[in-house]
């Protein structure tokens, strides 16, 4: 079965401070993962895809089949990074995903 | 940019009643849609894919006779709540995807039911 784990549900840091969102994943197959991000009373969006290797906003994730991991990573936050992210996995067939429960990124001035 | 909505934005209903909520593809069609439930402070529970003009595929634990499904067109899918209950209050969010190949998934804002 396919499993999505974001074991912190709040990551509080200061604006400047390098920010890591876990994210670890379970299945068999060959993943495809992604990060969504959910500001404040806005809808769910894409923020990247592990195939395309981007930064988006200054975050990367790097996936780490060895250790089952997608990351997010920014080294320097800002506040307006504050919102929920959530980590998916692709499930193949019909292309659905997976999410995680979610880990609220507080950025302190 | 792939637009999808979704009304009505939030519903009251009483018990045993049922309430039908849409999900749009605003600008783009739309070969599957996806319904999502999320309870407060929890994360995305998939409900069902919705292919157009064929049945819904409901994930397990879900009852595809009070949660029908209708994708009648590429821009068009529709959740109605059968008979509600106050436990079917929550958050209900569609997505939308382009391609049959692909992953990527525009989401809808949500629907909030309340079911009194």
């Known amino acids: 079965a396919q499993r999505v784990t974001q074991p912190e549900k709040l990551l509080s840091v200061f604006k400047g401070a390098p920010v890591e969102l876990k994210c670890n994943y379970s299945?068999?197959?060959?993943?495809?993962l992604f990060w969504y991000v959910q500001y404040s009373r806005q809808r769910l969006q894409l923020l990247l895809r592990h195939i395309s290797r981007e930064s988006i906003k200054g975050f990367t994730a790097d996936l780490n089949k060895g250790e089952t991991s997608f990351h997010l990573k920014k080294p320097f936050a800002q506040e307006e990074d504050s919102a929920m992210y959530y980590c998916a996995l692709g499930r193949t067939g019909r292309r659905a995903l997976t999410f995680g429960s979610g880990t609220r990124l507080q950025v302190q001035p | 940019g792939a637009v999808v909505s979704q009304h009505p934005s939030w519903v009251i209903c009483k018990s045993g009643t049922s309430v039908k909520i849409e999900c749009r593809s605003l600008?783009?069609?739309?070969?599957?849609m996806f319904w999502y439930r999320q309870f407060p402070k929890q994360s995305l529970m998939l409900m069902a894919t919705s292919n157009e003009g064929s049945k819904a595929t409901y994930e397990q634990g879900v009852e595809k006779d009070k949660f029908l499904i209708n994708h009648a067109s590429l821009t068009l899918s529709t959740l109605t709540v059968t008979s509600a209950h106050p436990e079917d209050s929550s958050f209900y969010i569609c997505?939308?995807?382009?391609?049959?190949?692909?992953?990527?998934?525009?989401f809808g804002p949500g629907t909030r039911l309340t079911v009194t």
């Open positions: 299945y068999s197959g060959s993943p495809e």
């Open positions: 997505s939308a995807r382009a391609g049959q190949s692909s992953y990527e998934q525009y």
């Open positions: 600008d783009f069609q739309a070969t599957t």
